[in-house]
């Protein structure tokens, strides 16, 4: 079985890629190593890496019409909310024209993928007060990375229908582990907290900390992708989250009890735009046999432990 994990240098890609490359899978790379890196790849002799934009046409082209894939994992993108309100074209030429590129090329070549997976986020839901978020509730797109995430899930889910694709969409929480970049501000906090106690540097919190997350650790987000594969999913958005609602200032103090000191905090107002309170539904994920083995304290003791 081959497989196409665009963006499969960067932090949720490279892992994905490593257990694709344990579950026997040819695993080829398209990443342009904007944001991932080469060494994030641990089974890099084995793995072709292509360093080229998705959006390179020819490229991409050529690529699907010579590798004939199983599976493709869309998960190329401006990842970060700022740099898409900073560039809005550039963002919507990778995060949407890119996707449709490629669908509207499996289309006319008539490829016999066995799932087209694309990776969308809970940035869609935006800042409205239901909760938990199910993949059917209200959404409210505020940046054109969001705007960007929900179109092409439509059109990627419509793709499915029209033309009998097998396509499917995940909406990723908040998303930590070794690799994810704490470089800046709109990194991961949990990258941030983590090389703010590594480093003795000052943690800048926003906000009282009552702001509440849903957070995933890395190995539990591949469980998950495995399993929508393995099941064959398909005509569905699923939420990939923990189901666990914690308050920014909960996860400080569990960090702060497994690494064994305190943070220094700097005290700044609320981030314009930022969201109060954030927790998923996962009863999708579940009745595919999902189950977190990663809960927060175990997920942090493993990252923390990796960085040592
Ligand atoms: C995440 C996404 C964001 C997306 C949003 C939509 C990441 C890195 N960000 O933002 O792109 O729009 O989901 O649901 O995946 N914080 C601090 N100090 C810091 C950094 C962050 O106090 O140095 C606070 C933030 O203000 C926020 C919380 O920590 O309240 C979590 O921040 P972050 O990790 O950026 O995630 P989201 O805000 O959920």
Redesign the pocket.
């Known amino acids: 079985m081959k497989a196409l994990v665009t963006g499969g240098a960067g932090f949720i890609g490279s892992h994905l890629v490593d257990s694709l490359v344990e579950k026997g899978m040819d695993v080829v790379v398209v990443d342009d190593l904007s944001m991932g890196k080469v060494s994030n790849i641990n089974n890099i002799d084995i793995v072709t890496l292509y360093i080229q934009d998705v959006r390179n046409q020819t490229f991409m082209q050529s690529l699907l019409q010579r590798e004939r894939f199983d599976y493709i994992y869309f998960l190329a993108a401006v990842a970060?909310?700022a740099d898409s309100i900073e560039h809005p074209n550039e963002t919507h030429s990778i995060n949407h024209n890119a996707v449709l590129d490629t669908l509207e090329f499996i289309r006319a070549i008539n490829l016999p993928l066995k799932q087209f997976l694309f990776t969308s986020?809970?940035?869609v839901?935006g800042n409205l007060p239901e909760l938990p978020k199910k993949e059917d509730s209200r959404v409210d797109p505020l940046?054109p990375?969001?705007i960007d995430k929900y179109a092409t899930e439509r059109y990627v889910l419509a793709y499915g229908q029209l033309y009998n694709l097998p396509t499917v969409c995940v909406r990723f929480f908040?998303v930590y582990g070794p690799g994810q970049n704490p470089s800046s501000?709109?990194?991961?906090?949990?990258s941030?907290l983590t090389d703010c106690l590594k480093n003795n540097r000052i943690?800048?919190?926003?906000?009282d900390g009552s702001?509440t997350?849903d957070f995933i650790y890395i190995e539990d987000v591949i469980q998950a992708l495995l399993l929508i594969t393995e099941k064959h999913v398909k005509n569905q958005v699923l939420n990939i989250a923990n189901g666990l609602e914690l308050s920014?200032s909960q996860i400080i103090e569990t960090y702060e009890n497994i690494v064994g000191d305190k943070l220094t905090i700097n005290n700044e107002t609320v981030?314009s735009g930022?969201?109060k309170r954030?927790v998923a539904s996962i009863g999708q994920l579940i009745s595919l046999g999902y189950s977190t083995h990663w809960p927060l304290k175990r997920g942090l003791a493993q990252y923390w432990k990796g960085e040592q």
């Open positions: 970060s909310v986020s809970a940035a839901y940046s990375y969001a908040n501000p709109y990194s991961g906090v949990l941030i943690f800048t919190l926003y906000g702001q997350r920014l981030r930022d969201v954030s």
